[in-house]
C-alpha cells in the first residue's frame, strides 16, 4: 500500500551532490540509499544535507558527484541505536527529484515547512553576547501511528516566544535545514567529530489545538 503523503511534513532543497550512494536499509525489497547534498547559504556557507532516496527513483550505481539537483520531501528521523544508547538519525526521505543545468535564485534552495506537536521543553538561553536562543524538538506526525522527532532552533523574539510553549503544544515551523559540527566524547581520552542536522526557525505560528 503507498504511503499516504502528509501535508505537515514538506522540504525543498536545492544543491549539488558532494557524495557517492550508500547503503542504509531495506524495506520488502526496496533499497534505501544516502547521498550528501550541499546546500548554498545566502551566506559563503553551505550545509550538507543528506538525503534518504529510493534505488527505484534514481540509478544508485552511477556517481552524480558535482551535478545541481533540486529534490522534495520530507525531513525524517529514526533512532540508530550505539551500544546502549540511541541516536536521532535525520534526513530529507526524497520524493521527487530533478537534475538542473543553471541555477542562480539562492533564496530558495532550503525551505522546510512542518507542523507538529512540542515534546520536550524548550531550553532557552543567552549566548555570551547576548543574543537569544531557543532549542525545541517538535514531534511530527506520519501516518500509521509513526512520528518524526525534529530539533528546531530559534532566534531572538522566535526564542523567547518558543520559551513559553508547554510540552504538547501545536505550532507550525517554516525554516531552512542546517547543518552543524561537533565534538562527541567517546571516552576520558577519546572524542570524535559528528555532524548534528536541525531546522533554523525563520517563521512559527501558535495553534489553538493541543496533543
Not at 536499509?25 to 550528501?36: A, K, N, R
Not at 525551505?111 to 514531534?139: H, N, S, W
Not at 522566535?158 to 547543518?179: C, D, H, K, L, M
Request: include cysteine; aromatic fraction near 12%.
Amino acid at each position: 500500500m503507498p504511503e499516504k503523503i502528509n501535508e505537515n511534513n514538506k522540504v525543498s532543497v536545492i544543491g549539488v551532490i558532494v557524495s557517492q550512494f550508500q547503503f542504509s536499509h531495506e524495506v520488502y525489497g526496496e533499497g534505501f540509499y544516502l547521498v550528501d547534498l550541499s546546500v548554498n547559504r545566502l551566506s559563503d556557507q553551505s550545509d550538507v544535507i543528506p538525503l534518504m532516496i529510493s534505488e527505484r527513483l534514481i540509478d544508485v550505481k552511477q556517481d552524480y558527484r558535482g551535478r545541481t539537483m533540486e529534490a522534495l520531501g520530507q525531513f525524517r528521523s529514526y533512532n540508530r541505536h550505539e551500544g546502549t544508547r540511541n541516536r536521532l538519525v535525520l534526513s530529507v526521505f526524497v520524493r521527487e527529484f530533478q537534475f538542473m543545468e543553471e541555477f542562480t535564485d539562492y533564496t530558495k534552495t532550503n525551505q522546510i515547512f512542518l507542523d507538529g506537536f512540542v515534546c520536550k521543553e524548550p531550553v532557552y538561553r543567552k549566548t555570551p553576547l547576548g543574543r537569544e536562543i531557543a532549542d525545541m524538538l517538535l514531534a511530527v506526525n506520519r501516518p500509521y501511528g509513526k512520528s518524526d522527532y525534529i530539533p528546531c532552533i530559534c532566534w531572538g523574539r522566535n526564542a523567547r516566544y518558543a520559551s513559553t510553549f508547554e510540552i504538547g503544544t501545536r505550532i507550525r515551523v517554516f525554516g531552512r535545514i542546517q547543518s552543524r559540527e561537533y565534538m562527541k566524547k567517546i571516552s576520558e581520552e577519546e572524542s570524535e567529530k559528528r555532524i548534528a542536522y536541525e531546522v533554523s526557525v525563520s517563521k512559527m505560528e501558535y495553534m489553538e489545538e493541543k496533543a
